[in-house]
């Protein structure tokens, strides 16, 4: 079976919302590649003026909303209703995708002043039984179908914390770039998730998520983003 690999846009962001922004992006994914019929639950960020849809949890009230009713359909993945990923808890999933972004954090290398990056990568797989000598020994090997990889930058560069007026516009300017960078990745994972559907297997399947480096590209992302001006403060 081929891996289908979508790139998403770059995201670059300060430590304070680097976390919530790649919840944000994650759920996202999740809810949209969720093969069953999950109720949907929208999710406002408090870093960012942004709304995205998550797979409900049993703690979480199923509001009715346009926007998540559309989230499924504008992916174009309207079959496979039969099936669904594992059946996590809240605190099974959330652990899952909580943990999972701190163990890529840590993964994260220095490519500038200020600046550290690293890619993050959001795979579906299925499980299938692997027959070994003579069929006396059966394995079970992991199949991955789809996998979304995210160039992630988190920007420690310290913002203006005064209240003239140069501060106040540099502060929403880079508010307002951190919000365009995210939204930019939301809108293309729709548009990603319903280019191609024919590549989902009709089984039950997993993910997982994971740092997947790309040493070949540091020093051109380092000679390009080193003379960039700051685009996010970390200090905040």
């Known amino acids: 079976m081929n891996c289908q690999v979508y790139q998403l846009p770059e995201l670059e962001t300060a430590t304070s919302g680097t976390r919530e922004a790649l919840q944000a992006i994650i759920h996202t994914i999740l809810f949209i590649r969720s093969p069953g019929p999950v109720a949907p639950h929208d999710v406002h960020c408090e870093s960012f003026q942004t709304t995205y849809t998550r797979i409900a ?59 550290m990056a690293g890619n993050l990568a959001v ?37 203006p914390m005064g209240t003239d007026e140069a501060s106040v516009i540099e502060r929403q300017r880079i508010q307002d770039t951190a919000e365009g960078m995210l939204k930019a990745v939301l809108l293309k994972v729709f548009e990603l998730a319903g280019s191609e559907t024919d590549h989902i297997p009709p089984v039950m399947y997993d ?16 000679s390009r983003v080193s003379n960039l001006p700051a685009l996010i403060n970390l200090g905040s």
């Open 57 to 115: 949890t049993d703690h979480e009230p199923p509001p009715t909303n346009k926007y998540s009713s559309q989230s499924r359909a504008l992916s174009g993945q309207q079959h496979h209703y039969n099936q669904q990923l594992p059946a996590y808890h809240k605190s099974d999933l959330d652990r899952k995708v909580d943990d999972s972004i701190e163990t890529f954090l840590r993964t994260l290398t220095p490519i500038g002043p200020e600046l």
């Open 123 to 159: 795979s579906f797989f299925e499980r299938r039984s692997k027959n070994k000598l003579f069929g006396l020994v059966n394995q079970e090997e992991k199949v991955v179908w789809e996998q979304w990889i995210l160039r992630v930058v988190v920007n420690n560069t310290p913002r």
């Open 207 to 222: 993910f997982e998520i994971s740092s997947a480096k790309k040493a070949d590209d540091r020093d051109e992302f380092y």
